[in-house]
Structure formats: C-alpha cells, structure tokens
C-alpha cells in the first residue's frame, strides 16, 4: 500500500464520527454492515480508521445513518491542528484519542442541549476542571 493510501487522523475522525451516530442510533456493527451490505469487520475497520472511506461509501453511510456528509467531518480541523501541533513538538506519530462510551454518551448528551448559553457554561466548567486536574498533575 502506497503512502498517500495509508489512512490518515481525517480518516479516524471520520470513523469516530460513524461509530458515534451508530451508537446514537443503537444499531450494532452487525446490523450497519447488513444495511451497507458489508460484514461488521469492514464496519469495524471504519469506524477504528485502519481503512479509509471511499466518497461513495460515505455516501452510503450518511444515508442510512440520516445525517448529512458533513457530519463526519465536524471536529476534524480542530484534530487536524491538535495532530499537526503534537507532531511538530515532539516529533511522534500522533493517533486520535479513542472515544469511549462515556466520552460519546457525554457528546451525545452535549449536542441536546438547545441552551447556548448552558452548553457554553458546561463547556467553561469542564474546561477549567480539565486545567485544574493537568495543573495537579504538574505538581
């Protein structure tokens, strides 16, 4: 497999962002590979970013999940900046972080509220508890 084939951090937000709205959706990989015709371990590749999605395929996807291409996308400039950042400091591979059930119950939980102004407060609080933990660590 050539380089420029390998799958890429776009291509691990993208499997991300399937999984997630599978989840939302409570459908199993089982029964999304049934209704791409594809068996689950293809879903499974996708959804971890080991293949890559053709635009067809995502296509296919976006359908049967009812959300629009863009979808797999949101959050991916901000990886794409966190990946490229992480590799000029330190000059590792960096891999997307592996979203849990807890992380995407928590979006998911997120993405209801209609309340910008709750949704920004949360946001600040989960911000600052984040830099209170990492300035702990530090000591």
């Known amino acids: 497999m050539s380089e420029n084939k390998l799958p890429s951090g776009i291509d691990r937000v993208v499997g ?3 999984r997630w709205r ?3 959706l409570k459908l199993t990989q089982e029964k ?10 293809q879903v499974q590749k996708y959804e971890k970013g080991v293949n890559r999605v053709s ?10 999940l009812g959300v629009p291409i863009t979808y797999f996308y949101e959050g991916a400039e901000d990886f794409v900046e966190h990946e490229n ?9 960096v891999h997307a972080p592996v ?3 807890e992380m995407l119950e928590l979006i998911s939980a997120f993405q209801k509220i209609e309340d910008m102004s709750l949704r920004k407060s ?5 911000r600052a508890a984040a830099s209170a933990f990492e300035l702990k660590q530090q000591d």
Do not use: C, W
């Open 32 to 41: 999304l590979g049934e209704l791409l015709n594809l068996t689950f371990q």
């Open 122 to 126: 949360l946001l600040n609080t989960v």
């Open 22 to 24: 599978r989840r939302e």
């Open 85 to 93: 950042a992480q590799f000029a400091e330190d000059g590792d591979d």
């Open 55 to 64: 635009a067809g395929r995502l296509f296919e996807i976006a359908s049967v």
């Open 99 to 101: 979203m849990n059930s």
């Open 16 to 18: 991300q962002r399937v």
